[in-house]
């Protein structure tokens, strides 16, 4: 990490999910914006060569977001005037002075970046790797969802995983079995199957929290599909909670007043 | 914020003159202000502010001018706009989310031609800008910039092929930008087209472009949304730069040697005290 | 005299028919007609092409479409020799990609609206616009993510159809009104698809994906 480029923000969180590997591919650029004590707007880029790099999403010249840019070889391009950054943040290239070496002080500034067993993960701190149970798991899919990540793991808590029998597909009790600051394992254990979800938690802007979910490996793909949709009726309880609860206060109000 | 003076005391376009329909009132926000724009039975174009009281009011370049102050100078003047054989095009607002100030800088950049306006304006590998002349002419207080010249595979819908263009522009107040470029159907005589800017809020504007330029062929709906089709390419952009607010701090943002023009409109907007839209610092 | 289509530069739908000819490599004659700011689409002359007064419009000899889906279909019809843009032998397959072209409307109706207001000032409900428009795009995510578990990169399978073609202008262009695809990976990766399509021609407010030239590409 280039110190030059380096500017110091006070960040709560240590390590913070941002997509799962699978959905940046190579030559891949994405914006990532995450709720911490100065918010952050950042662009999570990944190489040609598969190198995953982040950094501040402005780009030093004439503040246009980076995530817009476009990656060549090692290198990503801002979409405004095409100037070149390096995966340390530092200029390489200016196409309207090609001859010219850009000065070492222009840079985008950067963020920790990492790949750890399928999700890409950003730090501000010099740590070593982020704090995850390891998963071994396949990615299934990211996920937004309009509520806060402590609402979401309450109602985690209470959820059911479809698990497929034989030919069937049901739902049957999950229970958490593993949480850290950033994610959650859910586990349903059947007679059938055993089958793991690893939920990691990343906090967009107040009120809206982006879930990165990871499957046992090897499920077949009705499987899979069932997941997901069961992801989108996980969202629409999160989302609706407050609407369910507040309509029967009302009711019951109006049988007591 | 309360509006300065030096922004208050301008001319703005706020409609375009013959698409004002009598009967038909247009509204028209300047600096959050609400404006209506008639055309009265006389035929006479009035602009009547939210209380009531009449506006400035200038009718010129096919638009509408006004202004929520009492202008001290007249609208400046694009002599062109008075030449025989050329054609006038009004192309419309168009609404952008940036700082008007914003939206006038890059109307005078050519650097992010091949990269925004790609295999029109501009392509790879022709993305040297080469040195060029700029000056604020304080007799008229206008930024000009001179011998500008880029290589362009289609400079304008009367192009037929690739050619170097020659380039002049030239700002007569902080919310228009007007460019001079090689007509290729006349060599020799310069296209000229404007960006006339009216700020909405400071982070809100409507812009209007116009041209006056040679072409014998084209119809005026070809001319008009080649224009458009510019402007759009460069919306986008516009609507993602951070801060949304012109920086005016020269620390704030890193020029090289072709933003010229850009650092010289920087440096005169806030030699004029023109702070609508920019910031000094960090907000 | 070919086929001739009335246009403009800055509408989505008529997009999807340049697109979509672009992709099949026909040749036809563009009509500019002048929505913004002269209103031409709704004044006398046109209303005699099309009644409804909306774009595009495809002139074809004595065949006059003003449908974007049923030029669509047309096209596809009419100049696709591998007959995967629109093939119509499984009536499953003809079901699913009208079911999107469907599904397209709604797009329309919520970002294409949402850009209409944002870009040209129309005037509209914005919030509901914005709202629908990401619950509309939700529809899309969950389907191009079940999609991708199963293999698939576009709609309806492994290979583009005019499904994709009415589906994706507005998708596109929807941060235009205000609708950012942040919280859609798998259409961010669907729109990328498209891009790539051999052929496959802009639209302002879409750049050039400036990645598939290389460096030191000359």
Same mark, same amino acid.
């Given at each position: 990490?280039?110190?030059?480029?380096?500017?110091?923000?006070?960040?709560?969180?240590?390590?913070?999910?941002?997509?799962?590997?699978?959905?940046?591919?190579?030559?891949?650029?994405?914006?990532?914006?995450?709720?911490?004590?100065?918010?952050?707007?950042?662009?999570?880029?990944?190489?040609?060569?598969?190198?995953?790099?982040?950094?501040?999403?402005?780009?030093?010249?004439?503040?246009?977001?980076?995530?817009?840019?476009?990656?060549?070889?090692?290198?990503?391009?801002?979409?405004?005037?095409?100037?070149?950054?390096?995966?340390?943040?530092?200029?390489?290239?200016?196409?309207?002075?090609?001859?010219?070496?850009?000065?070492?002080?222009?840079?985008?500034?950067?963020?920790?970046?990492?790949?750890?067993?399928?999700?890409?993960?950003?730090?501000?701190?010099?740590?070593?790797?982020?704090?995850?149970?390891?998963?071994?798991?396949?990615?299934?899919?990211?996920?937004?969802?309009?509520?806060?990540?402590?609402?979401?793991?309450?109602?985690?808590?209470?959820?059911?995983?479809?698990?497929?029998?034989?030919?069937?597909?049901?739902?049957?009790?999950?229970?958490?079995?593993?949480?850290?600051?950033?994610?959650?394992?859910?586990?349903?254990?059947?007679?059938?199957?055993?089958?793991?979800?690893?939920?990691?938690?990343?906090?967009?802007?107040?009120?809206?929290?982006?879930?990165?979910?990871?499957?046992?490996?090897?499920?077949?793909?009705?499987?899979?599909?069932?997941?997901?949709?069961?992801?989108?009726?996980?969202?629409?309880?999160?989302?609706?909670?407050?609407?369910?609860?507040?309509?029967?206060?009302?009711?019951?109000?109006?049988?007591?007043? | 914020?309360?509006?300065?003076?030096?922004?208050?005391?301008?001319?703005?376009?706020?409609?375009?003159?013959?698409?004002?329909?009598?009967?038909?009132?247009?509204?028209?926000?300047?600096?959050?202000?609400?404006?209506?724009?008639?055309?009265? /039975?006389?035929?006479?174009?009035?602009?009547?502010?939210?209380?009531?009281?009449?506006?400035?009011?200038?009718?010129?370049?096919?638009?509408?001018?006004?202004?929520?102050?009492?202008?001290?100078?007249?609208?400046?003047?694009?002599?062109?706009?008075?030449?025989?054989?050329?054609?006038?095009?009004?192309?419309?607002?168009?609404?952008?989310?940036?700082?008007?100030?914003?939206?006038?800088?890059?109307?005078?950049?050519?650097?992010?031609?091949?990269?925004?306006?790609?295999?029109?304006?501009?392509?790879?590998?022709?993305?040297?800008?080469?040195?060029?002349?700029?000056?604020?002419?304080?007799?008229?207080?206008?930024?000009? !910039?001179?011998?500008?010249?880029?290589?362009?595979?289609?400079? /304008?819908?009367? !192009?037929?092929?690739?050619?170097?263009?020659?380039?002049?522009?030239?700002?007569?107040?902080?919310?228009?930008?007007?460019?001079?470029?090689?007509?290729?159907?006349?060599?020799?005589?310069?296209?000229?087209?404007?960006?006339?800017?009216?700020?909405?809020?400071?982070?809100?504007?409507?812009?209007?472009?116009?041209? !006056?330029?040679?072409?014998?062929?084209?119809?005026?709906?070809?001319?008009?949304?080649?224009?458009?089709?510019?402007?759009?390419?460069?919306?986008?952009?516009?609507?993602?730069?951070?801060?949304?607010?012109?920086?005016?701090?020269?620390?704030?943002?890193?020029?090289?040697?072709?933003?010229?023009?850009?650092?010289?409109?920087?440096?005169?907007?806030?030699?004029?005290?023109?702070?609508?839209?920019?910031?000094?610092? /960090?907000? | 005299?070919?086929?001739?289509? *009335? @246009?403009?530069?800055?509408? =989505?739908?008529?997009?999807?028919?340049?697109?979509?000819?672009?992709?099949?490599?026909?040749? *036809?004659?563009?009509?500019?007609?002048?929505?913004?700011?002269?209103?031409?689409?709704?004044?006398?002359?046109?209303?005699?092409?099309?009644?409804?007064?909306?774009?595009?419009?495809?002139?074809?000899?004595?065949?006059?479409?003003?449908?974007?889906?049923?030029?669509?279909?047309?096209?596809?019809?009419?100049?696709?020799?591998?007959?995967?843009?629109?093939?119509?032998?499984?009536?499953?397959?003809?079901?699913?990609?009208?079911?999107?072209? +469907?599904?397209?409307?709604?797009?329309? @109706?919520?970002?294409?609206?949402?850009?209409?207001?944002?870009?040209?000032?129309?005037?509209?409900?914005?919030?509901?616009?914005?709202?629908? +428009?990401?619950?509309?795009?939700?529809?899309?995510?969950?389907?191009?993510?079940?999609? =991708?578990?199963?293999?698939?990169?576009?709609?309806?399978?492994?290979?583009?159809?005019?499904?994709?073609?009415?589906?994706?202008?507005?998708?596109?262009?929807?941060? @235009?009104?205000?609708?950012?695809?942040?919280?859609?990976?798998?259409?961010?990766?669907?729109?990328?698809?498209?891009?790539?399509?051999?052929?496959?021609?802009?639209?302002?407010?879409?750049?050039?994906?400036? @990645?598939?030239?290389?460096?030191?590409?000359?």
């Amino acid at each position: 990490m280039n110190a030059e480029h380096a500017e110091k923000h006070e960040v709560s969180a240590g390590w913070v999910p941002v997509a799962l590997s699978a959905d940046l591919p190579d030559g891949g650029v994405m914006r990532a914006q995450i709720d911490a004590e100065l918010p952050l707007d950042l662009v999570v880029w990944r190489s040609r060569s598969g190198q995953v790099s982040a950094f501040d999403n402005r780009c030093p010249h004439r503040g246009m977001r980076l995530s817009f840019g476009f990656v060549r070889g090692e290198r990503l391009s801002c979409i405004y005037h095409g100037w070149q950054y390096g995966q340390d943040g530092g200029c390489r290239h200016i196409p309207a002075h090609p001859d010219m070496t850009p000065p070492t002080s222009i840079g985008a500034n950067t963020y920790l970046c990492q790949e750890h067993d399928g999700v890409v993960w950003i730090s501000q701190h010099a740590d070593s790797r982020p704090d995850l149970p390891e998963s071994g798991g396949q990615g299934l899919r990211s996920l937004s969802v309009n509520r806060d990540e402590a609402d979401l793991r309450k109602l985690l808590a209470e959820t059911c995983l479809p698990v497929s029998g034989g030919s069937e597909i049901a739902p049957a009790d999950a229970s958490i079995i593993a949480e850290t600051q950033t994610s959650l394992v859910l586990e349903v254990a059947s007679n059938a199957a055993s089958l793991q979800l690893m939920i990691h938690f990343q906090k967009v802007t107040p009120g809206k929290t982006m879930l990165h979910i990871q499957t046992s490996p090897d499920l077949p793909v009705d499987l899979l599909i069932s997941l997901s949709r069961w992801a989108e009726r996980f969202r629409w309880s999160a989302e609706n909670m407050g609407t369910m609860v507040k309509s029967w206060d009302a009711s019951a109000r109006e049988m007591h007043p | 914020m309360t509006v300065s003076d030096v922004a208050r005391n301008d001319w703005y376009p706020v409609a375009i003159e013959n698409l004002l329909i009598e009967g038909q009132p247009e509204t028209a926000v300047l600096m959050g202000e609400t404006l209506t724009i008639l055309r009265a /039975a006389d035929d006479q174009i009035k602009v009547i502010a939210a209380d009531g009281s009449e506006c400035p009011l200038t009718i010129r370049y096919g638009h509408v001018w006004s202004s929520i102050g009492q202008p001290e100078h007249p609208l400046f003047d694009i002599p062109e706009a008075d030449e025989e054989g050329r054609r006038m095009v009004d192309c419309g607002p168009v609404r952008v989310k940036a700082s008007p100030l914003r939206v006038v800088e890059n109307f005078l950049d050519i650097a992010h031609f091949p990269f925004v306006h790609t295999d029109i304006l501009g392509a790879e590998p022709h993305t040297e800008v080469e040195p060029y002349k700029v000056e604020i002419r304080d007799t008229v207080d206008e930024v000009w !910039a001179t011998k500008v010249r880029f290589f362009q595979p289609q400079a /304008a819908k009367s !192009a037929e092929e690739g050619q170097m263009t020659d380039y002049m522009y030239r700002v007569p107040a902080p919310c228009v930008s007007i460019l001079y470029k090689t007509s290729p159907p006349r060599p020799g005589a310069w296209d000229v087209i404007g960006l006339f800017v009216r700020p909405i809020s400071e982070e809100l504007c409507d812009a209007y472009a116009w041209m !006056a330029l040679y072409d014998e062929d084209s119809n005026q709906t070809d001319l008009v949304q080649f224009q458009q089709m510019i402007f759009l390419q460069d919306r986008s952009i516009l609507e993602n730069q951070i801060p949304r607010l012109l920086p005016l701090d020269p620390k704030m943002e890193i020029p090289t040697r072709a933003d010229t023009t850009s650092v010289a409109y920087r440096r005169w907007l806030k030699r004029k005290g023109m702070t609508y839209g920019a910031q000094l610092v /960090a907000r | 005299m070919g086929l001739q289509l *009335y @246009d403009y530069i800055l509408s =989505g739908s008529a997009y999807k028919a340049r697109l979509l000819m672009a992709l099949l490599g026909v040749n *036809y004659q563009p009509i500019a007609v002048d929505f913004h700011p002269g209103g031409e689409h709704k004044k006398p002359d046109f209303l005699a092409i099309n009644p409804a007064g909306t774009l595009p419009v495809l002139v074809d000899g004595d065949l006059t479409l003003c449908d974007t889906q049923a030029i669509l279909a047309y096209l596809a019809q009419k100049f696709d020799p591998t007959d995967t843009w629109f093939p119509t032998s499984d009536p499953g397959v003809t079901g699913r990609i009208l079911q999107w072209l +469907a599904f397209a409307g709604r797009l329309t @109706d919520t970002a294409g609206a949402a850009r209409l207001h944002d870009m040209l000032g129309r005037s509209l409900n914005i919030e509901k616009a914005r709202e629908g +428009a990401h619950k509309v795009l939700r529809e899309l995510e969950a389907h191009l993510t079940e999609q =991708g578990l199963r293999g698939a990169t576009f709609l309806i399978g492994p290979n583009p159809t005019i499904a994709d073609i009415a589906c994706f202008p507005y998708t596109a262009l929807s941060p @235009d009104g205000g609708i950012d695809h942040d919280e859609y990976p798998a259409i961010r990766k669907w729109l990328v698809a498209i891009r790539r399509l051999p052929g496959f021609i802009e639209m302002p407010g879409i750049h050039r994906l400036h @990645d598939m030239r290389e460096e030191g590409d000359s």
